[in-house]
């Protein structure tokens, strides 16, 4: 019965890395997208150091939330653990992105957050997307990192500082638009800001937006 | 008769929308083309938060000039009362185009208008691209403020403060064609403005290269 | 006999303008390539706001050079009068390109041309990128820029104040092979130019370079 | 025996070359990819000026390692001699790439090394990515410059300066991927730059990522 689920799951993640440089936010083997199996403690994710030509439903792997391989042939990415630990931490997240896109990186790398300065921020981040701490791989730190700086935030974003992008979801398909989203308000408030200051939207507006974006867009799920 | 038109129109709508993509103004489900029915108080427009690859004419709705849907089995685009208005109040215009495209975003959010710096402005702009006002979503104000902006004013194309770019047309297509064009100067006039100042271009010659353009470029319409 | 080599012509004019949209270098319809038809006083050019993907050897137009059309069922495109007082005015031209290609453009708004800082501008343009005069289109005026800039330049590229970029070859390849390295390295230049000051490179150099690459790179012609 | 694995090589060193346009790091018929042929002193690299629609296996010609050609129709690319120089002189060396990739080249037009900001030039690079000096083509200048610059540096890539980048591998399609590396580095570097000062990563951290990522990272090689 969960091998069914778990099989649906590995079509999901295989077919949303594809989006990925799609939407040029990845170059060569970097970037990931994993999901929750609901109902097990257990998440789908991709294997490490291969290609995006290469992805099939086959070749992803499952792990336990201490990042333990459970199944499949391939190591699993060497981000496992920080995905782990926010499904671990974080029990409404269903998907986990994580990638260094440019622009995005470019902000964290400078320890910025980026400044809710379009209505498109508003929507989706609901403020402005913030800066998480320098962590090295190779313990929870980087999943303590995102846990700690989302925890508190609307934003389903955070730029870890000198590294990219993790992106957290209610699916992992909305974690995958929250990473679309986030480089693509990066790129235009940067190139905003190269010729002088953006304006700022009143805290007041970015509560009405956020509001009425969070429930009114998009069509009805499917009954 | 009039539904054989509605088709055909749905159909246009349809295709135009792989422009948007295709010409780089879009990210995920952002972005929207609408057309006024010629001969009826009615618009066909995208439905709300669907992919561009799911895009069909089938999928097209059609709304009256106050955003009521009147056919179709999705929801209409969130921005659908901002282009109902502008078809209400302005007769001439026959196709509305929304997208946050990057760099024309950028200049919106700043509330700077692009200067006629090319004559690939003046052609097609005829002068400075404007500002509009900030508007939120939910009500008329959206629509208002390209009406207001637009309404005595060469440009097809307004940015909104803070949020991206409506374009208009005596077509469709024509809208879309200014707003690729929008983002287009948008980009190289951000970018000559990086390293120094442009060059301005007279008036006497901003008014001769529009007048031109207006007249003479292109095949006649096919008879 | 000459009806079979303007056909031959007309399917290289349609070839070549695949590679403005595939490198990047037009938007809508903007842009064209030309080709002189040897041994007659005619070229063969692009029609007027046709569309990338309805380009095909059938459409291609031809004029004598001053610009009247000779053959073809659609209007030449609205850049011929420039186009063929080029090929009037330096019979050794072959093939002339036109673009508003984002960053050369750039460089032109603000009538500045790019400086020889990289190996690849001495080897292709033997020196700095000029700029040419302001031009107002319907007469001769873009057409005698053009001449007057590049007759006695190494450049086979010139960057037309507040407009756009113009190239000449030997053959229709080469020019619009000098179109692409235009806008690469005005890219390239203008982001080395964002963050401080490129290293000159000695005028002997570049001269060392420019002979080198015009007399040895790339493969004999076909016997 | 040999001309089996020259033949297999030729196919490798073809197939490459698809990654240099799919990742945007060439226009035209600019860079090229080498591979050491292993037990002999012998290399294969693209012939010069063939576009990269044409490069087929056939096509890819063999040299020795002082760049004279061995077997093959076509002249081999002018790079050739800084490719075979490197071989020569460092013996682990098994593939070479050279582009004008445009951030990379823009750092080099200014002489300045890429500073190990991002997590990701710890993994791949394992600190700066250095500034070589400017050599003309024609002798072996490049060649050495290349040689000292990379002989006692973590580093696989080189910014010649005024040029372009090389890049060295274990196998050429870790030549391949370091440019590719390369090139998104400095364009994320450049970005952050462009608004304020990136944070810098400590010398520690710097030397504890490289060596978790040199041996840790990515799936056991096939058995």
């Not at 099989?7 to 594809?18: G, N, R």
Request: proline letters at 5%; glycine letters at 8%.
């Amino acid at each position: 019965m969960i091998s069914g689920l778990v099989k649906e799951i590995k079509q999901q993640v295989a077919d949303l890395h594809a989006e990925l440089p799609r939407n040029d936010l990845v170059v060569w083997t970097a970037g990931n997208v994993s999901a929750r199996v609901p109902g097990a403690d257990l998440l789908v994710i991709k294997p490490s150091g291969v290609s995006y030509d290469e992805i099939t439903a086959d070749r992803m792997v499952v792990t336990d939330l201490d990042g333990n391989l459970v199944e499949g042939e391939h190591k699993p990415s060497s981000d496992t653990a920080a995905h782990a630990y926010v499904y671990k931490h974080l029990p409404h997240v269903m998907g986990v992105v994580h990638t260094h896109s440019t622009y995005a990186t470019a902000w964290s790398a400078r320890a910025e957050a980026i400044p809710c300065v379009l209505t498109m921020i508003a929507d989706e981040f609901g403020g402005e997307i913030p800066v998480g701490p320098f962590a090295l791989i190779g313990d929870d730190s980087i999943g303590r990192g995102i846990v700690e700086t989302l925890r508190d935030h609307r934003s389903p974003a955070v730029l870890m500082r000198n590294h990219g992008v993790f992106t957290i979801g209610r699916s992992a398909r909305d974690a995958v638009k929250a990473a679309v989203m986030c480089e693509d308000v990066a790129r235009t408030v940067h190139i905003a800001c190269q010729l002088g200051r953006p304006v700022p939207i009143a805290q007041a507006d970015i509560d009405s937006l956020y509001a009425r974006y969070q429930n009114v867009y998009g069509q009805e799920p499917a009954a």
